[in-house]
Structure formats: structure tokens, C-alpha cells
């Protein structure tokens, strides 16, 4: 896996020839690609591995994750996305590279050319897709005028510039809820505003929200405008229901209404769901023979880490058996 320390040397080693043929290239290196890659590298299948940030994906901006087994005292999101990680090194026929993917080539059910934005090619035989979401944007002139100013849409990443002062968090779902406890730690005050007039989210971090002295919660209310020289100085929440409104001093405000499908990557005839989502059998094939889904990008219920690990290892299995056998 590529780190800073590591050398010029170490790196180049590590560079995939253009020419080279994977097994099977996977695209996202968060808990569902990750987990398809530990799959198939012990299949001893030659992966691809493809990231455009940092491994880990989102459990990488999550705080505390007390759901996953097998960390009864929790574990902080970073820290999980690390091991992970480090797992994958013992395995030396997964290479992985930090690009961002941005078309494929359906050659034929045998063959398939990924391209990225380095121009880079990459064949492989087949494709698992672990892309993950993308947070959702409210599309309000002030998200535009002030993003990296003030509105942001991860925390986890931004809670450093706003230390002791007040904050907010737009949205009342899981992530909202958990953006919104976990700043409450390092801020003075975290405003909740919310369109519904009850928060939509698991019993455990709804009560630490709703409990937790440290944030209020605007209900039936929304952002109508934001004010600010430079940077986010003020927002005001109006009530939807009585048409009240409340100027507050924020100086950071936190887009968390929900997340969805990235939208224009993928350019191959594959079968989504009327929101995005990519569907999928129950072993992870997508429509298109050499192509499968895992993790959040698919059209499932339940979007978690445990649900993605088990896409992830399940899609392996699967390539492993479709092409390899
Ligand atoms: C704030 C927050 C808190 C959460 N807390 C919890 C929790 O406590 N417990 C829990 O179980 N779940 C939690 N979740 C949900 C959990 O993080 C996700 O369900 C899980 O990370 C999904 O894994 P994934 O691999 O499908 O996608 P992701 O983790 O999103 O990984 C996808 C990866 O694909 C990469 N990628 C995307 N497009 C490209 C491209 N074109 N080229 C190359 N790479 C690309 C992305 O950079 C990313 O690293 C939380 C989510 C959020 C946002």
C-alpha cells in the first residue's frame, strides 16, 4: 500500500506496468473493496486495488464505530479503515494505486479496460465496484459561496477550524446525528436544524443527541440564508411551520442530509434502481457479465460497514468462481 514513507524506489516497484492484465480490478478502497480485495488475493487472484483518496472511504471520516464486531469498546472510524489496511499488506498480488476511475470499456465478458484520470489504462477480466456515496448537496446558493469557508461537508476532516465556537449540522438522519455528537466534543454549541420534527436515526445516537447539553435542535426548520465577509459568520433558521426566525453566530455550518450514488462515472450500461443505486443478485452481479457491485453503491437496505464487508468478500468469492474455476 502506498504511505508517505515510503521511497521513490518503493513506489516505482510498485507501479503497475499499463500493459499489465488484473484478474480483477476493484474501484474503492473502503470496507467493501477493501474486504473484496483480502477475498480475492486469497483466492490468489492478481488484484487492482483502486483509490482516489485515502483507503478506509467513509469509515474513515466516521467518529466512534460501536456497531462493527469485534471492538466491544468501539473503535474510532480512522483507526478501523488502518487496519484494515494493514491486513492487505501481507498480500503482495494486490497492487494498489491512487487514482480516480473515470471510465471503463466493456471490451467483452473476458475483458475489460479501466481508464483514469492520470491516463492511465488498466485491464482486468472483471470489475467489482466499491465506489461507495457522495454526500448529498442541499444546492443552495450559500453552499456554493461558502464551501471551505465555513460550510463543509465532513466533520470529521473540518471540526479543527472551528474549536470552541458554534456550529451547526443540517440534517436529522444517522450521519447527521452522529456529525453532530461527535463535534459536540471539540465546539461550544452545535445547532441541529431539521426539516422534520423528529430526528431519523437509531435509538443509541438519537438519545446521545437528543441528551447531550451541548446541542440544540431546531425542528420543522431549515437554512434560508447565510451571511459572512469572508467566511461563514451567521446563518438563519426559519420554522417551516410558524414562519419564525433565529439569526445564530455560526461560524461553521455542516451539510449532512444524506448521501447518494456518484453519478457520471460510470458510463457502461449497468442497472440501477430509480435513486441510483446499482443493482445487483445476491451474488453481487450487476447485469453486465465481469461486473459487480459491493458495499453502499448497491441497491440494498441496510448501508453499514458490516453490510459492505460482506458485499465486499461476497463478490470476490463470486468472481473467483464465475472466472477462475
Ligand atoms: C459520518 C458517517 C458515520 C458513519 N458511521 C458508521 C458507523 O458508526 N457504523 C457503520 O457501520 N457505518 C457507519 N457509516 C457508514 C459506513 O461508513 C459505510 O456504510 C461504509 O463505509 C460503506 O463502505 P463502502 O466501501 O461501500 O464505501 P466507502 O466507504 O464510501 O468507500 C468507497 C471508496 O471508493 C472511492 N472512490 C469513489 N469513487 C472513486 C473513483 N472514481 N475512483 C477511485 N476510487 C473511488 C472513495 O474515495 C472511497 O474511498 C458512517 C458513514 C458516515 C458518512
Known amino acids: 500500500m502506498i504511505d508517505n514513507t515510503q521511497t521513490e524506489t518503493e513506489l516505482e516497484r510498485q507501479a503497475p506496468k499499463e500493459t499489465e492484465r488484473f484478474d480483477v480490478a476493484i474501484i474503492g478502497a473502503g470496507p467493501a473493496g477493501m474486504s473484496a480485495a483480502l477475498g480475492a488475493a486469497r483466492a490468489n487472484l492478481n488484484v487492482l486495488l483502486i483509490e482516489k483518496a485515502l483507503p478506509g472511504g467513509e469509515t474513515s471520516t466516521a467518529c466512534k464505530i460501536s456497531n462493527y464486531i469485534g471492538f466491544p469498546k468501539g473503535i474510532l ?17 494486490i497492487t494498489h494505486v491512487c487514482e480516480s476511475v473515470t471510465d ?11 481508464k483514469t484520470s492520470l491516463d492511465s489504462e488498466y485491464k ?17 446558493n450559500f453552499e456554493r459561496q461558502f464551501l471551505g469557508r465555513g460550510v463543509s461537508y465532513y466533520a470529521r476532516g ?8 458554534d456550529v451547526m449540522v443540517i440534517g436529522g438522519g444517522n450521519c447527521a446525528c452522529y456529525a453532530a455528537d461527535y463535534l ?3 465546539v461550544n454549541k452545535v445547532y441541529m436544524v431539521h426539516s422534520k420534527d423528529h430526528l431519523r436515526a437509531v435509538k443509541s ?7 447531550n447539553p451541548k446541542i440544540d435542535i431546531f425542528w420543522d426548520s431549515k437554512v434560508s ?3 459572512g465577509i469572508d467566511r461563514v459568520e451567521k446563518a438563519k433558521v426559519e420554522n ?8 445564530l453566530d455560526v461560524k461553521g455550518i455542516f451539510v449532512y442530509v444524506g448521501r447518494i450514488p456518484p453519478e457520471d462515472i460510470i458510463s457502461v450500461e449497468i442497472d440501477t434502481d430509480e435513486d441510483g443505486f446499482i443493482i445487483t443478485d445476491e451474488f453481487m452481479r450487476t447485469n453486465i457479465p465481469g461486473i459487480y457491485a459491493a458495499g453502499d453503491i448497491r441497491s440494498k437496505q441496510v448501508r453499514q460497514i458490516a453490510t459492505a464487508v460482506s458485499d465486499g468478500m461476497i463478490a470476490s468469492i463470486n468472481v473467483e468462481r464465475d472466472f477462475f474455476r
Open 240 to 247: 417551516t411551520v410558524n414562519s419564525q426566525h433565529t439569526w
Open 225 to 227: 440564508e447565510v451571511f
Open 124 to 140: 482486468c477480466q472483471a470489475i467489482i465496484f466499491a465506489l461507495g456515496l457522495e454526500p448529498k448537496r442541499l444546492d443552495t
Open 158 to 165: 473540518d471540526v479543527e477550524f472551528h474549536h470552541e465556537e
Open 205 to 211: 445516537i438519537k438519545q446521545s443527541v437528543e441528551t
Open 184 to 186: 459536540s466534543n471539540f
Open 77 to 93: 472510524g480512522e483507526d478501523l479503515g488502518k487496519r484494515m489496511e494493514d491486513q492487505l499488506n501481507d498480500y503482495p498480488t
Open 104 to 114: 471503463i470499456l466493456n471490451i467483452s465478458d473476458k475483458e475489460k479496460i479501466i
